[in-house]
């Protein structure tokens, strides 16, 4: 059996994990997203996780749990971090888990942090290190032992671990104004908003806030407005049987030849093929 991981259409084809140290400065090369879950766990060090209109620091016995098809990008700001990251679908969990979770299946429909006991690291620990071996030494058996081992750390998770209700606070003064210019964007990428709308909502000049938003974010100001806007396209493709010009107009895009040529670039389909095939 070979060691497989995705699929030709971004799907994975089972639970895969990768556990590594990052150095400080290391930063992801782009924003992206995956329609699969996303599970990080901070063994030792600290990093920044920039989720949407969210920002999140992460220090050691934190989980992150992010939903399929969230824009997001990572940040090593703070010195030598190291993270394993545990990367599943919902058919890799049977539905026996769902009531050992807080909330039940509703758990998993949107980013949660969640941090491990100091008297649970080591077992939670020693269990990544398993995992990771496992990822390694990959054979025939290799998906079910992860798949058996990513449920046996979900519950463990749900006892010793406890779920943050708020994001956490330690956020510098200048990324606080970049989550004013993503949170602008969200609320109001369905009208004709410009450069110098955003600039003025986080408080910066549209040449310093656009610095500050790709340091921060790791994506320019109008890449995740165009980002938001096509999300949001995407979904009404699949829930309305609205025209594809009404959509790209009510998801703020004035021209639907220059949304159908940015749909297909992000998706690799034209709107009515992706319409079709969902």
Do not use: W
Request: charged letters at 25%; glycine letters at 6%.
């Amino acid at each position: 059996m070979t060691n497989e991981k995705r699929t030709s259409t971004g799907e994975i084809s089972r639970v895969y994990v990768d556990r590594r140290t990052r150095e400080p400065g290391y930063g992801m090369p782009s924003h992206h997203c995956h329609p699969y879950f996303e599970l990080s766990y901070i063994e030792h060090g600290s990093c920044r996780f920039f989720i949407e209109d969210a920002m999140y620091d992460l220090h050691d016995g934190d989980f992150l749990l992010i939903p399929p098809e969230l824009l997001h990008t990572t940040r090593y700001l703070f010195g030598t971090c190291l993270r394993t990251g545990i990367y599943f679908c919902r058919t890799d969990l049977g539905d026996e888990l769902f009531p050992f979770l807080p909330g039940g299946e509703e758990f998993l429909g949107e980013v949660r942090i969640f941090q491990a006991s100091p008297s649970s690291r080591r077992q939670i620990g020693q269990l990544m290190e398993r995992m990771a071996a496992e990822e390694q030494s990959f054979d025939e058996r290799s998906p079910l032992l992860l798949c058996s081992q990513l449920h046996e750390l979900l519950l463990l998770c749900s006892r010793v671990c406890t779920v943050l209700t708020d994001s956490p606070a330690n956020i510098h003064t200048t990324d606080r104004q970049v989550l004013q210019a993503a949170r602008y964007i969200n609320e109001h990428f369905r009208q004709q908003i410009s450069a110098a709308d955003i600039a003025t909502a986080s408080g910066f000049s549209p040449n310093y806030l656009s610095r500050k938003f790709r340091e921060a974010a790791g994506i320019g100001v109008h890449d995740y407005l165009v980002f938001i806007r096509l999300r949001n396209a995407a979904f009404e493709l699949i829930t309305t049987d609205d025209s594809v010009t009404d959509i790209a107009l009510r998801s703020g895009f004035s021209d639907s030849n220059y949304f159908k040529d940015v749909f297909k670039k992000k998706y690799g389909i034209t709107p009515r093929e992706y319409r079709k095939n969902r």
